[in-house]
């Protein structure tokens, strides 16, 4: 397992676009306690604003194995490998058009294709109907040609849990596997008892626990354990499991997610990178194009791809 901690001058300041973004929204949320989900939705769509638009990039929507998606298609990609993207919100909002920018970049800088998902979102569809999704495009795409090992399952926050969910549902299947998982700042314990939530919940500007409780509410909706590994890969058995880079920022409540994740499967025999980057916020690369941490992340993950 490589485990690296970066240092960054950017924390809790204007300087940081995402950080802004996030005080921004916690601000709205705990001033609108009526906040309708449509509403939350709508907030969370502007999850791509800190995200620079990637230049020589363009995109096309498709349905893929009954899931609409968006493709980020950059000029002179290897089509022939694909980023299956989970985006994050909690698998309740957040959407394939509030992380094309990002998927953007790193399909750009590794120099192939991804495809974002619009995978059912929570509470009107529960888990696993997002797993159910995530699979019927890994499928789709391998039906198509594209061949398991050039598939890479990543998301961030929620869709973090779901690009490692995938891969374990597609095992417990006996479907071949993605040749890469990549997880930014996964969210993936559905009890709350990551130590985080306590020592960084001041410094994180927008996770809160009260948040969490109601987004596992949602995509649990009383009938999955928080313990089931497909919901919560924590309790997981990752033997065999694909190769792993996690990343997260060290200002985030979620940051032993991502830590306590790399270390069960570095215990399983998993070949895990594991990048912690001080003094930044929740899936820090939202920012990329626009800080020096951001661009400096999704650089070493195309590293850490051809490696």
């Not at 939705?41 to 998606?69: C, L, M, N, S």
């Not at 549902?169 to 006996?174: D, I, K, P, Q, S």
């Not at 215990?267 to 003094?279: C, K, P, Q, S």
Request: zero cysteines; proline letters at 7%.
């Amino acid at each position: 397992m490589t485990t690296t901690q970066s240092t960054s001058p950017v924390s809790k300041t204007s300087a940081d676009p995402l950080y802004a973004l996030y005080a921004d929204w916690a601000q709205i949320i705990a001033n609108t306690p009526d906040l309708t989900m449509r509403l939350f939705r709508a907030i969370f769509d502007e999850w791509h604003q800190p995200t620079k638009e990637p230049e020589d990039v363009t995109y096309r929507e498709e349905v893929v194995g009954g899931v609409p998606g968006i493709w980020t298609l950059p000029v002179g990609a290897d089509t022939s490998q694909v980023l299956l993207y989970t985006h994050g919100g909690g698998f309740a909002v957040g959407s394939a058009a509030s992380h094309r920018k990002l998927a953007g970049h790193l399909a750009k800088a590794i120099g192939i294709t991804a495809f974002v998902l619009d995978y059912r979102r929570a509470p009107e569809h529960p888990h696993p109907a997002q797993i159910e999704d995530g699979v019927a495009v890994f499928k789709a795409l391998v039906e198509r040609g594209i061949k398991p090992a050039d598939i890479t399952t990543i998301g961030d926050s929620a869709g973090g849990n779901l690009a490692i969910a995938i891969p374990l549902a597609l095992r417990e299947a006996g479907e071949p596997l993605p040749g890469r998982v990549i997880a930014f700042s996964p969210w993936l314990d559905m009890e709350n008892k990551g130590e985080t939530l306590v020592t960084n919940i001041e410094s994180d500007a927008l996770i809160t626990v009260p948040l969490l409780e109601g987004m596992i509410a949602g995509v649990l909706g009383g009938k999955t354990a928080p313990n089931n590994p497909l919901a919560n890969p924590l309790y997981a058995d990752f033997t065999g499991f694909p190769r792993l880079y996690v990343n997260a920022g060290g200002d985030e409540a979620l940051l032993s997610d991502a830590t306590r994740v790399a270390d069960k499967a570095r215990a399983a025999g998993v070949d895990v990178t594991l990048n912690v980057v001080e003094g930044q916020q929740h899936v820090f690369p939202f920012s990329a194009g626009r800080t020096a941490e951001a661009d400096a992340e999704i650089a070493a993950i195309a590293a850490w791809y051809r490696g």
